[in-house]
């Protein structure tokens, strides 16, 4: 069944240690002058893209700059992989479905300490390297906080001189595009990859071929023990790139492995002289879709196929790589999981943990349970949803048809654990049914794909303490009560490179100037400021800052969305992925309550607002694209009535992206982190945004618990129930009970509920009085409305001293340390992965 390689050693075949003479080694070459970049330029321009200078476009300047990057870049890539090697050092490969990356040139330049040179040497032929870095596309490789994590986590592994690696799917469209039409969210394709990437190096010699469908049958070998072979497989063939991953200072240069699909025969010939031409490429179509697009709808059955093709194309690929590159070194298993690490970013990559069972049974002819304890210590697993719902699960027969031999396998898994389970608690049927990786429903069995992960894991962490708090006490209390020293909390963090040192200049600068430069790869450093909230001059330095990013927002938004907004009012921003849980339904009702303070009840509000918000809701997802609609309407409305010209003005952003956030963050004064308490895992634009000088309005959930321990609860709004208190609400709680008591939640309910407000499309609406009041409020929006409105309150009135916001600020800046991704990682690296820098 399996495909051999000729490129793969055997086992017992060990690869010696190549010295730097047998790899040809050359010391990595450097620019110092802007004149030495601009020669690598040229010779791109003249050899690579075979253009004269009189013909160039921003575009093929942007491909001739980065590939001068680039040409820096290749050889300490390729030193710091002599390094790893040579040390024989454990490495971590982290398995994601997502990678949001943005743009590269820019950060890959900062990261390189070579900005100020590039900047230089473009200008002196006129060219603006702002201009050349807006030209390059977003990689579309991810959509919200899950692939951003990724990726921040990737830079800190390379600044921190960890062998850390990442594996996805190199996507060609990624998620979607979004586009505003008549105030709908409209997909469009995200076609990032039109042109080549620079920052992608072909590694198509390493190509993996994957097993699909087929069927299973049982044998024995010669000595008579029994085996099975999984046989009749179509097969389709990952093919590698990497993404260059630069760390702080470029001494370590890892990458993220990303594999396309490809059809392992590229057409059927016979079919094609026949005529039957669509026929003939039916099948190199079919496979090329596994890595077309980014979760593709799972409404119907063929998407729902999509995404299990997906997720275990991109393990299957990751894990034959990762045992390849073992095998090069060792002879046999039995040091795996001290040199191998396996990170499983949420369930997607679940599958990972069959797949490395059926290549130690079938293929390297492992014992069953030598196998699993090498699996179980290579894998850990960490969770990123409170959500039973969000938890994902596969039909027990879709699996038996794509994947028979790992059902199998994923039986067995289950009756050993079980056996396990009946042992510690005999005659408890209850739990056995909840442990189980099988459920039944509907006289259908599902897999489910989180239980699965905690059984194939040594560790199993949360993202914040509350978070990991509650996946023990709420989500799998079973599992906690069998193994509590598996479950452990590593709490998010971003990298300081990416959202302070390039997003946002002139705060980076004021901060060097004020502490020196310790901060980018230290960020408690910034500690180190908090002396300075009580100097006015860098009080007022750091408001000059703020307001130059809030007019490049404020160009920004004109130019995206053709609405004119003051930066000297106070910008409330609202930016992430569009869910119910995320509120920003509640941010919207807050707008509708401010504006009919002002033209019913003549109300001034205390300072001047604009609402921004920002977000993408899942194609499928008819609420979230619900509330984006009303957000337009809302802005159509608020915008357009002269009576509150100057006060207030709401505004959505369309297709909120990395490069976008970097602009729109530095600009924020109020950062809105408002999910109902217990439903969001952490969160990380909560720390962008206070790592750049906002002050937070929050509840008490996710990481913005650990923010106010860090910054103080008196910098920061805080307002509604917490996880406890909706707990004990819960069974009593009656919405119609607070539109009965509060004037303030029935005037803004009953909006929804006539053509008071909305006289273009009343109708249209009705189903937030409806969700809200008839079907129970699950997200307890009306439950927090008041407290709410408060915190909005204090935040209005606290921005009208200037000076008392300013040293707030200054301190969330100050105290934002312990939320860089170093931190994460290194928490990592010690508690999880047991892996050391190689220096």
Same mark, same amino acid.
């Given at each position: 069944?399996?495909?051999?390689?000729?490129?793969?050693?055997?086992?017992?075949?060990?690869?010696?240690?190549?010295?730097?003479?047998?790899?040809? @080694?050359?010391?990595p070459?450097?620019?110092?002058?802007?004149?030495?970049?601009?020669?690598?330029?040229?010779?791109?321009?003249r050899?690579?893209?075979?253009?004269?200078?009189?013909?160039?476009?921003?575009?093929?300047m942007?491909?001739a700059?980065?590939?001068?990057v680039?040409?820096?870049?290749?050889?300490?890539m390729?030193?710091?992989?002599?390094?790893?090697?040579?040390?024989?050092?454990?490495?971590?490969?982290?398995?994601?479905?997502?990678?949001?990356?943005?743009?590269?040139?820019?950060?890959?330049? &900062?990261?390189?300490?070579?900005?100020?040179?590039c900047?230089?040497?473009?200008?002196?032929?006129?060219?603006?390297?702002?201009?050349?870095?807006?030209?390059?596309?977003?990689?579309?490789?991810?959509?919200?906080?899950?692939?951003r994590?990724?990726?921040?986590?990737?830079?800190?592994?390379?600044?921190?001189?960890?062998?850390?690696f990442?594996?996805?799917?190199?996507?060609?469209?990624?998620?979607?595009?979004?586009?505003?039409?008549?105030?709908?969210?409209?997909?469009?394709p995200?076609?990032?990859?039109?042109?080549?990437?620079?920052?992608?190096?072909?590694?198509?010699?390493?190509?993996?071929?994957?097993?699909?469908?087929?069927?299973?049958t049982?044998?024995?070998?010669?000595?008579?023990?029994p085996?099975?072979?999984?046989?009749?497989?179509?097969?389709?063939?990952?093919?590698?790139?990497?993404?260059?991953?630069?760390?702080?200072?470029?001494k370590?240069?890892?990458?993220?492995?990303?594999?396309?699909?490809?059809?392992?025969?590229?057409?059927?010939?016979?079919?094609?002289?026949?005529?039957?031409?669509?026929?003939?490429?039916?099948?190199?179509?079919?496979?090329?879709?596994?890595?077309?697009v980014?979760?593709?709808?799972?409404?119907?059955?063929?998407?729902?196929?999509?995404?299990?093709?997906?997720?275990?194309f991109?393990?299957?690929?990751a894990?034959?790589?990762?045992?390849r590159?073992?095998?090069?070194?060792?002879?046999?298993f039995?040091?795996?999981?001290q040199?191998?690490?396996?990170?499983?970013?949420?369930?997607?990559?679940?599958?990972?943990?069959?797949?490395?069972?059926?290549?130690?049974?079938?293929?390297?002819?492992?014992?069953?349970?030598?196998?699993?304890?090498?699996?179980?210590?290579?894998?850990?697993? &960490?969770?990123?949803?409170?959500?039973?719902?969000?938890?994902?699960?596969?039909?027990?027969?879709?699996?038996?048809?794509?994947?028979?031999?790992?059902?199998?396998?994923?039986?067995?898994?289950?009756?050993?654990?079980?056996?396990?389970?009946?042992?510690?608690?005999?005659?408890?049927?209850?739990?056995?049914?909840?442990?189980s990786?099988?459920e039944?429903?509907?006289?259908?069995?599902?897999?489910?794909?989180?239980?699965?992960?905690?059984?194939?894991?040594?560790?199993?962490?949360?993202?914040?303490?509350?978070?990991?708090?509650?996946?023990?006490s709420?989500?799998v209390?079973?599992?906690?009560?069998? @193994?509590?020293?598996?479950?452990?909390?590593?709490?998010?963090?971003?990298?300081?490179?990416?959202?302070?040192?390039?997003?946002?200049?002139?705060?980076?600068d004021?901060?060097?100037?004020?502490i020196?430069?310790?901060?980018?790869?230290?960020?408690?450093?910034?500690?180190?400021?908090?002396?300075?909230?009580?100097?006015?001059?860098?009080?007022?330095?750091?408001?000059?800052?703020?307001?130059h990013?809030?007019?490049?927002?404020?160009?920004?938004?004109?130019?995206?969305?053709?609405?004119?907004?003051?930066?000297?009012t106070?910008?409330?921003?609202?930016?992430?992925?569009?869910?119910?849980?995320?509120?920003?339904?509640?941010?919207?009702?807050?707008?509708?309550h401010?504006?009919?303070?002002?033209?019913?009840?003549?109300?001034?509000?205390?300072?001047?607002?604009?609402?921004?918000?920002?977000?993408?809701?899942?194609?499928?997802?008819w609420? !979230?694209?619900?509330?984006?609609?009303?957000?337009?309407?809302?802005?159509?409305?608020?915008?357009?009535?002269?009576?509150v010209?100057?006060?207030?003005?709401?505004?959505?952003?369309?297709?909120?992206?990395?490069?976008?956030?970097?602009?729109?963050?530095?600009?924020?004064?109020?950062?809105?982190?408002?999910?109902?308490?217990?439903?969001?895992?952490?969160? &990380?634009?909560?720390?962008?945004?206070?790592?750049?000088?906002?002050?937070?309005?929050?509840?008490?959930?996710?990481?913005?618990?650990?923010?106010?321990?860090?910054?103080?609860?008196?910098?920061?709004?805080?307002?509604?129930?917490?996880?406890?208190?909706?707990?004990?609400?819960r069974?009593t709680?009656?919405?119609?009970?607070?539109?009965?008591?509060?004037?303030?939640?029935?005037?803004?309910?009953?909006?929804?509920?006539?053509?008071?407000?909305?006289?273009?499309?009343?109708?249209?609406?009705?189903?937030?009085?409806? !969700?809200?009041?008839?079907?129970?409020?699950?997200?307890?929006?009306?439950?927090?409305?008041?407290?709410?409105?408060?915190?909005?309150?204090?935040?209005?009135?606290?921005?009208?001293?200037?000076?008392?916001?300013?040293?707030?600020?200054?301190?969330?800046?100050?105290?934002?340390?312990?939320?860089?991704?170093?931190?994460?990682?290194?928490?990592?690296?010690?508690?999880? @992965?047991?892996?050391?820098?190689?220096?």
């Amino acid at each position: 069944m399996a495909v051999e390689h000729t490129s793969e050693p055997k086992q017992g075949v060990v690869t010696p240690v190549p010295s730097t003479e047998d790899m040809g @080694w050359v010391e990595p070459y450097r620019v110092t002058t802007p004149d030495e970049f601009l020669e690598q330029v040229k010779r791109h321009v003249r050899y690579t893209l075979a253009k004269e200078w009189a013909t160039l476009s921003l575009e093929n300047m942007l491909m001739a700059v980065s590939l001068a990057v680039r040409d820096l870049l290749v050889e300490r890539m390729l030193e710091t992989e002599r390094r790893f090697y040579k040390a024989d050092a454990k490495r971590v490969y982290y398995l994601s479905m997502e990678f949001l990356v943005g743009r590269s040139l820019g950060n890959n330049l &900062t990261n390189l300490g070579i900005y100020e040179l590039c900047r230089d040497a473009l200008e002196s032929l006129g060219y603006d390297l702002e201009e050349i870095r807006e030209t390059e596309r977003d990689a579309a490789l991810g959509n919200g906080g899950l692939g951003r994590l990724a990726a921040c986590f990737l830079d800190s592994l390379a600044t921190l001189n960890y062998p850390g690696f990442g594996y996805g799917i190199n996507y060609e469209y990624g998620l979607f595009r979004q586009e505003i039409k008549d105030g709908f969210q409209v997909e469009a394709p995200d076609a990032w990859r039109t042109r080549p990437s620079p920052w992608l190096i072909d590694r198509s010699d390493e190509a993996v071929h994957v097993p699909l469908y087929g069927h299973i049958t049982h044998v024995q070998d010669d000595h008579g023990a029994p085996r099975v072979v999984w046989t009749g497989c179509k097969h389709i063939i990952g093919v590698p790139a990497d993404m260059v991953i630069v760390g702080y200072g470029a001494k370590t240069i890892n990458y993220l492995r990303l594999y396309t699909a490809k059809a392992s025969e590229e057409f059927d010939f016979q079919r094609f002289n026949e005529g039957n031409y669509m026929e003939a490429v039916a099948e190199k179509i079919a496979t090329e879709n596994i890595s077309k697009v980014l979760y593709p709808s799972d409404a119907v059955d063929a998407g729902r196929e999509l995404r299990l093709l997906q997720e275990y194309f991109f393990v299957a690929c990751a894990i034959r790589d990762i045992v390849r590159r073992y095998l090069r070194r060792h002879a046999t298993f039995d040091e795996f999981p001290q040199k191998v690490a396996i990170q499983l970013n949420d369930t997607h990559p679940t599958l990972a943990i069959a797949e490395l069972m059926r290549l130690l049974l079938d293929e390297h002819r492992l014992p069953w349970q030598k196998a699993w304890e090498v699996t179980e210590a290579t894998f850990g697993f &960490t969770n990123h949803t409170l959500m039973p719902e969000a938890l994902e699960k596969w039909p027990e027969e879709l699996l038996y048809r794509v994947l028979p031999r790992h059902l199998l396998i994923i039986q067995e898994i289950n009756r050993r654990f079980l056996d396990q389970v009946k042992r510690r608690w005999p005659n408890d049927e209850q739990r056995l049914h909840r442990m189980s990786i099988f459920e039944e429903h509907d006289g259908r069995r599902f897999i489910r794909m989180a239980n699965l992960a905690i059984i194939g894991s040594h560790k199993v962490n949360g993202v914040a303490k509350l978070h990991s708090d509650l996946v023990k006490s709420r989500l799998v209390p079973d599992f906690y009560e069998l @193994w509590p020293d598996k479950f452990l909390n590593v709490t998010n963090g971003v990298t300081q490179r990416r959202w302070l040192l390039k997003a946002n200049p002139g705060l980076a600068d004021l901060l060097n100037e004020t502490i020196g430069e310790g901060w980018i790869t230290n960020l408690e450093e910034l500690r180190q400021i908090e002396p300075f909230v009580g100097d006015r001059s860098f009080r007022q330095r750091f408001a000059m800052i703020k307001r130059h990013n809030k007019e490049r927002l404020a160009r920004i938004i004109k130019e995206t969305t053709g609405i004119d907004v003051d930066p000297t009012t106070q910008f409330d921003v609202m930016v992430k992925r569009i869910h119910e849980y995320k509120r920003q339904l509640l941010m919207a009702l807050r707008a509708i309550h401010e504006y009919l303070c002002i033209v019913e009840d003549r109300i001034d509000p205390p300072v001047p607002r604009t609402l921004i918000f920002g977000g993408k809701a899942a194609p499928g997802y008819w609420a !979230a694209k619900q509330i984006i609609k009303l957000i337009n309407e809302l802005s159509h409305i608020i915008n357009h009535d002269p009576r509150v010209k100057g006060r207030l003005k709401v505004v959505f952003l369309p297709d909120y992206r990395v490069s976008l956030a970097e602009k729109i963050i530095p600009a924020a004064d109020l950062s809105e982190q408002i999910s109902t308490a217990g439903t969001e895992a952490c969160g &990380t634009s909560n720390m962008k945004f206070a790592m750049n000088g906002a002050l937070t309005v929050c509840t008490y959930d996710g990481g913005n618990i650990e923010i106010i321990e860090s910054v103080g609860e008196e910098n920061v709004f805080l307002f509604g129930h917490r996880a406890e208190e909706l707990d004990a609400l819960r069974p009593t709680y009656n919405p119609w009970d607070l539109y009965n008591s509060n004037a303030a939640i029935r005037r803004v309910m009953d909006c929804f509920n006539s053509d008071r407000l909305f006289h273009r499309h009343a109708p249209m609406f009705h189903w937030v009085f409806n !969700a809200l009041l008839n079907q129970g409020d699950r997200y307890f929006v009306l439950a927090d409305f008041e407290q709410y409105i408060l915190a909005s309150q204090r935040a209005a009135r606290l921005y009208t001293q200037q000076d008392e916001w300013l040293k707030k600020a200054i301190l969330n800046v100050a105290r934002m340390g312990r939320f860089s991704s170093d931190r994460s990682i290194q928490e990592y690296a010690e508690k999880i @992965w047991r892996i050391h820098p190689v220096d």
